[in-house]
Structure formats: C-alpha cells, structure tokens
C-alpha cells in the first residue's frame, strides 16, 4: 500500500491528532506495517499494533486506545472472538473492522458486537482517514444527539417540577385562604354562605348547596345554595336508605339540580366523587351533620382528587370553626341574657320603669316591621333593645328615682348613661348598628339630643326607632310624679314632635302600628 500525499494531510475536524492512541490488528504483518506507518505520518503519536485477537487483549490491558483497526480473520484469536472479549473498560472509542472476505451476515455482527465501521480489503491507505472522519463525525452526532436528549429531558423534568411546584403553591395558597378567611368568620349567619363561595372558588364550580342532617327525619334541609335558585333555604329532601342502610340521596333530586347522568345513589357520610357532582359530609366529633353538594364545574370539566382534598379540608375546618362559634354564640346568649336580667332587677327596683326595656323593645320592633326593616335589623333591636338603658347603671339611685325637677348636674348624670352603656356592652362584640341603638336612643331629630347632638339622618335608623318606642312607652307608663298619659294623648304627643324630636317616617310607622290599640 502506498501512502498518497492527499492522505497525509491531517485530519483536521478531529482536532488534536497527536493526543490519539491507535491499535492496528492484523496478522499480516505488510498490513501491520503500512497502517503504522501511514498513522505516523498523519500526526498520530501512539500507533500500537497486535498479531491477533489475542495479542490485542494483551496491548488492551495496558493502554486504552481511542481508535482499534482490526482484520476478522486472523489465527488464535479472530475479530469476532476479540469484540465478544472486550468488556466495557477497555473498550477503545471506536472499532474498524477490515475484512478481506466480505459477508454481510459477518460485518452485520460485527456492527452488532459494537464495530462503528468496515473496510473491505484491499483499501486505499487513506480511506483509513475517510473512516476515522465518518467514525468521528458519527461519535460527534451521536455525543450531540446524546447531549440533546439530556436536555430535553432535563428540560422536561424541569417543567414537571414547575408544574408539580405550581400546583403545590396553588393548594397550600388555598389552605391558608381558607383557613385565614375562616378565622374572620365570625358570626353562624355568615358561615354558610361563606361556605359556598368558598367551595365554588376553590372547585371553580357554578352550583353549590350546604344541607342541614336532619338526624331525626333522616333528611336533609337547604340552608344556603348557589346556582340553584329552585333549592331555596329551609327546601327538604328526604333520603332513602340503600340495602346496606348507608344514607343515600334521592337520585332525581342530583339528575334534576346537578344535570347528573348516573344512576348511582349518592352516599352523604363519605365524600364521594363522581365526574359531575362532588360530596362533602360535614362532621362535629365524628357526627354527621351537614352535608355539600358542588357541581357544575366550568368548561365541563371533571371535579379531580384536589378538589376533593381541598373540600375535605374546608369541611374540617369549618367543623372546627362551626363548634367555636357555637360556643361564641352561647357564651354570648349568656352574656346578654345576664346582662338583661340585670337590666330588668334595676328596673324591678322602681315599680314605675318594671319592664319598660322589654316593652320599649317589642315596640320598636313592630315600628321596625311596618317599615318593612330586613329581618336582620329587627334581630339587631332584638338584642340591643333590651340594653338601652343598661348605662343606667352607673348612675345613682336618688337621681334616677327623684320624683321632682332634676338640677342642671343630675340631668348631666342622666345623660351619660348611653355611653356608660356602651362601654358595659363593648366585650360582647355587638356590630355598629346594635351598638348605635344603645348610643344614640336620645339624640333627636331636629339635633338637639345627647350624647352626639346628631341631626336627622345622621342619626342612625335604628335608634332613631328606639327612641320613638322609648318616649311612647315613657308617656304610656305610671310615673313618681304622673299617671300614665292616655293612649290617644301619647299618639298625639308622637304626631307633634314629628319631625322635631322625631324622625316623621318613624312617627308615621308607629302611628299606624299603634293607633289599633288607641280604642282598646
Ligand atoms: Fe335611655
């Protein structure tokens, strides 16, 4: 073989030719010759070369080579044979095979057991450098393909953990929504409300019903709903025991309201999860005693198992917060109730004022109703009403029951009783309406009350009611120095100040509730 001058030209794309470790293996020992030669000549500093398979092994164990060039058959130890022995350490980077007696079952092999490429004897001594530059531009792609789906797979894993951190950062927001909007949920009246807009966000559903377990009926009552206008509060459903006797609802009520298409009943005392239709049982210490049903989730889409972690969670801390408020609103129902029995011994003291917080309250409730008050400001009259005058507590005996003119002082004494009683009531978490009531029952219309001197509409509603009720019953009852004024003389007094002690609308309403009683 002659070494052309083309062919001595450096290989130039694999880079650094001098650092390359090459092992020729041949029995021939012309073809041993020329290879090494031709290496050297084309920069190559290390060209080692072996007889047969088993020389190869030997040189192997020493060196590690970056390129092996290797006839198939050869005495002792063939090509085949060689590759079957090479483990994984000594493996060089790339494998030649030269083969003299071509077969494709032979070179197939050889590619299998891990050949990059083939020559076919006789060859020109440089299309040993084409080989090197195909092998190497092979090992290239392939290194680039390798180094590409790492990082493509990297970049998935990347994006799964993006995905997977987002959603975590999406569930532990919503944990600590609800558990903080919770904690500011602090009457009953608002919890279930709450509890629906709180399962509709979280779900991003359109229709939602929290039921009452009425345990005795063994069914359940509406108490608060959205989306599902045909269900108003206090609407009944009764369940019908299943063979196994769980409580089950009615099938047609969830085809009917929830647009359901399965059959299947559904279990109110374990959560349930169907594609359309979640349910949620509430629990107080393992009792049943409510149960939500959320459906109608956006764009079609089934409700997943997050939705059901993230309602399971709303529904114990509810339970929590449901049990807290209970205990809130006892304590408080006793606090008031203490505090009116109070009212009523300092009024049972003086045999002219027996009862009057109680008849005062029932008053300005009925004035309240004729002027159509939502349901909410009648409970507030319900439970302020009864306290007006608790500040009268703070002030003496003799001034309250002094039967004759009061000095310029004494009248001051009287008039700091609202804000007296405000201050007593203070720790009993009343709103700002119910607390105006006890504040504001002397301030008059045209301006010239106690203790804020308010005018007309500044004057809250409510006591600007109370206060009507309190001067009526005030005329209408025994005094040290009087008689109760007659009924129709009391009305008139009302019609007269209409307008300057009192709100016109309000003396309008009492009219019309009191003037049935003006014959009796
Ligand atoms: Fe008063």
Redo the contacts with the bound molecule.
Sequence with gaps: MQIEAAARAPIEIMGDLGSLKVLVVDDEASIREALESYLYHLGISTVHTAQNGKFALEALKTEKYDYLFMDLMMPEMDGMELLNNLDSNGRPMSIIVMTGYPSMEKVIEAMRNGASDFLIKPFRLQDLKISMERVHRLHSLAKKNWILKRQLEQKRQVEKLNQELRAKIREKTLLYDIIDSLSRVNRSDDLYSYLIQKALQVCDASKACFFLYDQEKKGLIALSQKGLDSVPPGHQIALEPDHQQNRCICPDFIKIHFNGTYEAKIPIDHPSFFPELLSIPFRIRQELFGVMLIGGKRNGAAFSQEDKFLMNFLAERTAQNIENLALYDSLKENLFATLGALVSAIEARDPYTRQHSQRVTQVALRIAQAMDRPFEDCRRLESSGPL??I??IGIDDHILKKPGRLTEEEFKNIQA??LI?VHIVSPLGLDEQELAVIRN??ERWDGKGYPDGLKGDEIPLLARILSVA?AFDAMNSDRAYRKALPFKHCIDELIKNRGAQFDPKVVDAAVQVLEPYSHE
């Design positions: 007006h005058d500040g009268k009783h609202p009683g029952h002397h309190d």
